[in-house]
C-alpha cells in the first residue's frame, strides 16, 4: 500500500508546481470542474505503479493539479466506488496521496438519495456526520502509523468550524444549504423501502453509495473534511415511482450550477 502511495507521490511531485493544500473529491454532476483549474497537470492511474483503474465508462482516471483563487488544488477525476468491487482500503489511496502532498482541507461531494422529507431533489446538504451501513472500512488491515492511529476518534470528522463558517457564508451568498447525516450502503442497488424507513428512524437525512470510505481515510490522518450530497431523488418507497440512474443524473445536470456555485464559494472563502 505504502508503495503505490509513494510511486503516486514521487509522479504528482516531477509534474512540478506548488504543494497542494486542498483536495477535491466530486461525485455526479460535478465530475468536469477539474476542467475548471487554472495551469492544469495530469498524472493518469494507469503510470502509476500498482494504482487501480476504474473501468466504469467515461471515467477520466487521473489527478489533476492546478490553481483556483491562487491556491494549489490537486483533484480526483476518476472515483472509486465499493460496489465496483475495489476493497475499501484501495479506496483510501488517493486521500493519502494527498495528505503526503500536504493537503490540509478536503472537499468531498456525492449524489444521494433524500431520507429527509423535507428535502426534495435538488436539496444542497452539508454533510454534518455519517453512519457507516456499507459493510466495510477502509482501515481494515494493518494500521499505517504514519497515518494516523489504530483506534482513531471519530467524533469530528466533518469539521465543526468549518461546517460553521460555511453555514454562514451560503447564507451571505443566498444559498440554501441544509446540513445532515449521510448514510452509505454498499450499493450497487437501490435500497428497499423498508431500509429507508430504517435509515430515517436511526437518524439519516440522506443515503448514497461513497464518501465515507475517503472521509474517514481523512480523519484518520488529520485532513479537516467539508462534505456536500447533492440530493438527486428521493430515497426508496417515498415516491410512487422506481428509482433510476437517468433521474439520478438528470437532477445533477440541472443543479450542476447551484452546485458549481458552492463548490467556488468553499474554495474561494472557505479553504
Ligand atoms: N440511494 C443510494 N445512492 C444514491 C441515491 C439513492 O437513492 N441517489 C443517488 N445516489
Redesign the pocket.
Known amino acids: 500500500m505504502l508503495e503505490i502511495i509513494n510511486a503516486a507521490v514521487s509522479k504528482l511531485k516531477a509534474v512540478g508546481g506548488e504543494s497542494p493544500r486542498i483536495g477535491l473529491i466530486l461525485g455526479s454532476g460535478l465530475g468536469d470542474y477539474a476542467e475548471t483549474l487554472d495551469n492544469k497537470r495530469f498524472v493518469n492511474y494507469a503510470d502509476i505503479e500498482g494504482y487501480p483503474v476504474s473501468e466504469v465508462h467515461g471515467h477520466k482516471n487521473r489527478f489533476v493539479v492546478g490553481e483556483k483563487y491562487g491556491k494549489t488544488v490537486i483533484a480526483m477525476q476518476g472515483r472509486f466506488h465499493y460496489y465496483e468491487g475495489y476493497p475499501q482500503n484501495l479506496l483510501a489511496l488517493g486521500v493519502r496521496t494527498m495528505k503526503k502532498l500536504g493537503v490540509e482541507k478536503l472537499l468531498v461531494t456525492n449524489?444521494?438519495?433524500g431520507v429527509n422529507l423535507d428535502y426534495k431533489p435538488g436539496t444542497l446538504m452539508l454533510i454534518s456526520d455519517h453512519i457507516n451501513l456499507s459493510g466495510g472500512n477502509p482501515l481494515i488491515g494493518k494500521n499505517l502509523d504514519e497515518f494516523g492511529l489504530r483506534f482513531p476518534d471519530q467524533s469530528n470528522v466533518y469539521d465543526k468550524e468549518l461546517r460553521s463558517r460555511l453555514k454562514a457564508l451560503a447564507g451571505e451568498n443566498g444559498i440554501e444549504l441544509a446540513e445532515g447525516v449521510y448514510l452509505m450502503?454498499s450499493?450497487p442497488c437501490?435500497?428497499t423501502p423498508a431500509e429507508i424507513r430504517m435509515a430515517r428512524i436511526i437518524g439519516a437525512d440522506a443515503?448514497?453509495?461513497s464518501t465515507i470510505p475517503e472521509t474517514m481515510t481523512a480523519s484518520h490522518c488529520g485532513i479537516k473534511v467539508v462534505g456536500i450530497s447533492l440530493i438527486?431523488?428521493m430515497?426508496?418507497g417515498i415516491l410512487d415511482q422506481p428509482?433510476s440512474h437517468e433521474e439520478?443524473n438528470e437532477t445533477a445536470a440541472i443543479s450542476a450550477k447551484r452546485f458549481t456555485a458552492l463548490v467556488n464559494l468553499i474554495l474561494e472563502k472557505l479553504f
Open positions: 449524489a444521494a438519495g450502503m450499493g437501490y435500497e443515503v448514497g453509495m438527486t431523488n430515497a426508496a428509482l439520478v
